[in-house]
């Protein structure tokens, strides 16, 4: 609306006007976003790595999804619901572009080559064949055994529950398949 307001009350001038919008936009979101970095990291590591997973680099529809579903209570955190509650879903798609257009953190992978563990075969078809992700499903290549198995447990017992078929996958297996699974990600 205010892109068809400008031209009919300022004219021609309105190509600074325009200049000036878009880079407050920008400067607001990456405000907004700086309330992430917090507990996710000024440079993508989370401060706390075994209970904050990476978002620099993440997929943006996963990263929208997860947010949406916080802010509208299908997935329950005690800090990041309130946090999606407040931001307007506009925002979350902008917020979530953002941290998607930014470099995945570098990390020492393991140089060992390690057999696919049991199960994870599954996992491919969404998470892609090297498990750094894309439409539909996140990275899970270099986020941490314990973020991994948390996630994993949690799918596993319904508690988290805003993916069934994630809850399918993870009671097929075993908590050792989910624990091999969980260690050869982290490594990668």
């Not at 405000?31 to 620099?56: E, M, R, Y």
């Not at 998607?100 to 990390?107: D, F, M």
């Not at 199960?119 to 996140?138: E, L, R, V, Y």
């Amino acid at each position: 609306m205010l892109t068809r307001l400008f031209p009919a009350l300022f004219g021609a001038g309105i190509g600074l006007t325009f200049v000036a919008l878009s880079a407050n936009a920008a400067d607001d979101i990456e405000a907004k976003a700086q309330l992430c970095a917090a507990c996710h990291g000024q440079n993508g590591v989370p401060s706390d790595p075994k209970t904050v997973p990476i978002i620099w680099g993440q997929d943006r529809s996963y990263l929208f999804k997860q947010m949406r579903d916080y802010r509208n209570g299908e997935r329950d955190n005690p800090i990041m619901s309130p946090i999606a509650k407040g931001i307007a879903e506009e925002d979350l798609r902008k917020i979530a572009s953002y941290f998607a257009a930014k470099a995945w953190p570098a990390q020492n992978a393991s140089s060992t080559s390690v057999p696919l563990p049991k199960g994870i075969a599954q996992c491919q078809p969404c998470h892609q064949p090297n498990f750094q992700g894309g439409p539909p499903a996140p990275r899970l290549a270099g986020l941490s055994y314990e973020y991994l198995l948390a996630s994993m447990r949690s799918f596993a017992a319904v508690e988290r529950t805003n993916n069934g078929d994630m809850q399918k996958f993870m009671h097929m297996l075993t908590e050792s398949e989910r624990d091999a699974i969980a260690s050869y990600l982290s490594n990668l």
